[in-house]
């Protein structure tokens, strides 16, 4: 029932309402998530609402920012939208992530590692000639 209504939100979106997450996880996450249709894939949560997606192959999407919405249920659902028109569903409460492979209508169930706190690098900021700024 619940991929009805996730189906539903996946395609009329419109509904979105931001809200504060009580259990947030880390600022820059990791974890992985195996679903039908392909390999295992890496999903990386960083800073400023930025989203990568990985798996075998060289595969590389990004995302920037996630909608919030709810299914007719109530239940609460984060979607992220990655530049290839993947787009992966994320219940709120329970983390139960779906998956839709390249714009495709179907929705696919996923299994998903916990999530690993993933270090920021901070870089050195340079000028035009390489001098390391102060």
């Known amino acids: 029932m619940f991929r009805i209504f996730a189906a539903g939100c996946l395609l009329v979106s419109a509904t979105s309402v931001a809200w504060a997450t009580p259990d947030a996880q880390p600022m820059n996450a990791e974890f992985q998530i195996t679903c039908p249709g392909r390999q295992t894939m890496t999903i990386t949560e ?3 609402g930025l989203t990568t997606l990985m798996w075998p192959g060289n ?3 990004i995302a920037a920012g996630q909608q919030q919405s709810s299914t007719d249920s109530g239940t609460r659902v984060s979607i992220v939208l990655f530049r290839n028109g993947d787009q992966m569903i994320v219940n709120k409460a329970d983390q139960e992530t779906f998956f839709s492979f390249e714009g495709a209508r179907k929705l696919v169930p996923c299994s998903r590692s916990s999530v690993q706190e993933n270090s920021a690098i901070t870089l ?3 000028d035009a000639s390489g001098n390391v700024e102060s």
């Open 46 to 48: 960083a800073q400023y």
């Open 124 to 126: 050195q900021r340079t």
């Open 59 to 61: 595969h590389f999407q």
